[in-house]
């Protein structure tokens, strides 16, 4: 959707996804560090003294760290937090989170990106945050959907691809995710690490998403993401079990050693 512009000058971009669950349940995952690390990216809420949270973090991978001070905090509804380091050069981002119950057990989940600006020169930066929410969305709906209450942990490798103009082809090859149809049953050959599952997306033409078998039940991310005259490839497993944690202990190295050959030393 385009950029929104309102009277103030403030210009914004919105995503909605509907989650099984009652709002508490959206709330544990969109508002601390192990719900939100479950479905997006490592994520910490610190609190200040009154046991409130007044900042998180988000690891990205690859060095790149978002920082967001919050600024309002009304559980099991709503929170915002505002960021300095949404652009190099950039205004203040505004992010607000909001829960609303749809009954059934069912909520709908909103993020709203704003910032205040008299030009379009940001409106690329907020399309292309906006652009983002949606596979990361999926996740979240598969893991209320599946694996709700299960405890989770995170398999997290994001690097610059040795060979940019065939990162992607040569990473799909090597873990048979070649021309992947919604619906399909895949499974890594034997050179490679355990990657079992069922393909439920394909949101480009660069980047599939599975719900997993093997290593263990949960979620896999992968994708190629362009950066100029660079190309970086990502590997996210979310795995959810009470072992999730023991596996994904396990499978980060293996990943870690077997991804050196596609990407930059």
Same mark, same amino acid.
């Given at each position: 959707?385009?950029?929104?512009?309102?009277?103030?000058?403030?210009?914004?971009?919105?995503?909605?996804?509907?989650?099984?669950?009652?709002?508490?349940?959206? +709330?544990?995952?969109?508002?601390?560090?192990?719900?939100?690390?479950?479905?997006?990216?490592?994520?910490?809420?610190?609190n200040g003294a009154d046991g409130? &949270?007044?900042?998180?973090?988000?690891?990205?991978?690859?060095?790149?760290?978002?920082?967001?001070?919050?600024?309002? +905090?009304?559980?099991?509804?709503?929170?915002?937090?505002?960021? !300095?380091?949404f652009a190099p050069g950039g205004?203040?981002? @505004?992010?607000? +989170?909001?829960?609303?119950?749809?009954?059934?057990?069912?909520?709908?989940?909103?993020?709203?990106?704003?910032?205040?600006?008299?030009?379009?020169?940001?409106?690329?930066?907020?399309?292309?945050?906006?652009?983002?929410?949606?596979? $990361? $969305?999926?996740?979240?709906?598969?893991?209320?959907?599946?694996?709700? *209450?299960?405890?989770?942990?995170?398999?997290?490798?994001?690097?610059?691809?040795?060979?940019?103009?065939?990162?992607?082809?040569?990473?799909?090859?090597?873990? !048979?995710?070649?021309?992947?149809?919604?619906? *399909?049953?895949?499974?890594?050959?034997?050179?490679?690490?355990? =990657?079992?599952?069922?393909?439920?997306?394909?949101?480009?033409?660069?980047?599939?998403?599975?719900? =997993?078998?093997?290593? @263990?039940?949960?979620?896999?991310? =992968? $994708?190629?993401?362009?950066?100029?005259?660079?190309?970086?490839?990502?590997?996210?497993?979310?795995?959810?079990?009470?072992?999730?944690?023991?596996?994904?202990?396990?499978?980060? &190295?293996?990943?870690?050693e077997w991804m050196q050959k596609?990407?930059?030393?």
């Amino acid at each position: 959707m385009p950029v929104t512009i309102d009277p103030s000058g403030r210009r914004s971009v919105s995503v909605q996804t509907e989650v099984p669950g009652s709002p508490e349940d959206a +709330w544990r995952a969109i508002a601390t560090g192990p719900g939100v690390s479950a479905w997006f990216v490592p994520t910490e809420f610190h609190n200040g003294a009154d046991g409130t &949270p007044q900042d998180l973090v988000c690891d990205f991978g690859g060095g790149m760290v978002s920082r967001a001070t919050v600024t309002a +905090w009304e559980p099991p509804r709503r929170f915002t937090a505002e960021s !300095n380091d949404f652009a190099p050069g950039g205004p203040p981002v @505004a992010t607000e +989170w909001k829960v609303e119950p749809l009954g059934n057990d069912a909520c709908l989940v909103t993020v709203e990106h704003s910032l205040l600006a008299d030009t379009d020169e940001w409106d690329p930066n907020l399309e292309g945050t906006e652009s983002g929410w949606p596979t $990361f $969305f999926a996740v979240l709906r598969l893991r209320m959907a599946h694996f709700r *209450d299960e405890p989770s942990a995170i398999v997290d490798l994001m690097g610059k691809a040795a060979a940019p103009d065939t990162a992607w082809p040569d990473l799909a090859t090597a873990l !048979n995710l070649t021309a992947p149809t919604v619906g *399909d049953h895949r499974t890594s050959p034997p050179e490679a690490p355990s =990657l079992s599952g069922v393909i439920e997306s394909v949101p480009s033409d660069s980047e599939v998403l599975l719900r =997993l078998e093997q290593p @263990a039940p949960g979620v896999a991310h =992968l $994708f190629a993401l362009p950066a100029g005259e660079d190309t970086y490839l990502s590997v996210r497993l979310y795995l959810y079990s009470p072992q999730a944690t023991a596996t994904a202990n396990h499978e980060q &190295p293996v990943w870690q050693e077997w991804m050196q050959k596609y990407l930059e030393t």
